[in-house]
């Protein structure tokens, strides 16, 4: 079957953010969108020849009909082989597993994570390289110059697609195609970290969970290692199926988006554990009876117990956050003795801390949670340390959490996001604030003092790589911050997302409540970011 070159032009909007290309579905449906986007992926890595990939997606819609496509570009672009999971099947996870494990050139992720799926939703395209991680800066500025002067890609004169669904080996062009269990070698691992005959004879004694997998990838991979293999009983798992269109919700681990999860936690029907997880099975949300774990708690929190863990037992070596992320975590280091790092958000920066073997765990605030056995987040593997951790300190989610606070102190932690802002109105909010913080050091907000006030700038350790204007930075002198940054992944207009943190170590003191002690940051972010004036909006649109 021949290969082809066929001639294309430039479009000019496929600036990857922070996690790759992520647009409308009818947007990636443009004659040659896709295939412009795959031939500067491939123009842009460096000599693949002989050299296999890995290759799955979420299952949203478009996930098959993208996998034929780039499976005929591979071929026609002189790789030796793909992996590819079943049914177009891999969660972001297990193909970051799966490339280290195979040691394979890199890897094609399709996914646009939390975002909804189906025909008028998003779709997104990612890479990854050897080390199982986010393609670093460099190559993705490179694919995106790449795509600005595209002119042709190659593929093959075919119409025929593969069958995706059989797990089996196919010749294309000279190129093998191996369709491989989408879940069996993520598992694996699973088993090799976590004390799964701990975990399994707690729930043998009674433990009872829920975990809402969305109607999107983690489905399989929930019901194989907490139902099949950890004995969780059948429909333990909800929403265990991968739909196209998740079945219509948003597959973003929240108490807003999994909503019916988050009300069963706090019912009197409530399991002792509870959790979630987004589109790809990246981002995790933890929850106990009556008690919602902050994914920044939750980072402190398994640093803290990673001695109950066997395959962290004694080799946490430093724990990195991302900068809007509650500072909760660095507390643990400390008491640890041990370094922690305050990155740019994005997973990518915990990478080369972690090939540097700088850091061994380390969290976002937006539900990313995860360890150096990848380089990605990891849904599952949080919500399987959490199971280890309750195995073996036989107590509750909310008493584990409740101890961790009278020893360390709590960090008070909220983040507003203002959706779909006109992009120039949020640009202008944040040049104002780039203006204002050069001169707030030292200055009074209501009755708090600004110890500090910056636009977050971050040198990496490991390459010396410098990344600018990635968040503004208000600390006070009590140790409350306020963060104002605009989001890197939205699909429509700018998101302004504020981070609010405050900071209790008086045990006495310590609120269930979560809004009312930021009360006062969030009336001075207003104020000083004069939001409501030059946006018009008086409300957040979430708040998680
Ligand atoms: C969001 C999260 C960030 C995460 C990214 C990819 O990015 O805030 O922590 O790394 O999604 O999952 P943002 O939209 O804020 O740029
Ligand atoms: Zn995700």
New binding site residues.
Partial sequence: MPTITINTKPFDDQKPGTSGLRKKVTHFQQAHYLENFVQSIFDSIGDFKGKTLVLGGDGRYYNQDAIQIILKMAAANGFTKVFVGQNGILS?PAVSVIIRKKQTFGGIILSA??NPGGPDEDFGIKYNTDNGGPAPEKITDAIYARSKEIAHYLTLDTDTDINLSQLATHELNGMTIEIIDSVSDYALLMNELFDFTAIKDMIANGFTLCFDAMHAVTGPYATEILENQLGSPKGSVINGIPLEDFGGGHPDPNLVHAQHLAELMFSEQSPDFGAAS???G??NMIVGNNIFVTPSDSLAILAANADQVPAYKGKVIGIARSMPTSQASDNVAKKLGIDSYETPTGWKFFGNLMDADKVTLCGEESFGTGSNHIREKDGLWAVLSWLNILASRKESVSDIVHEHWQEYGRNYYSRHDYEAIETDKANHVMSGLRDKVKTLTGTQLGTLTVSYSDDFSYTDPIDNSISDQQGIRIGFSNGSRIVFRLSGTGTSGATLRIYYESYETDSEQLNEETQQPLKELIEQSLIVSDLQSLTGRTEPTVIT
């Fill in positions: 972001t994570s939390h987004d589109g790809d990246d981002r």
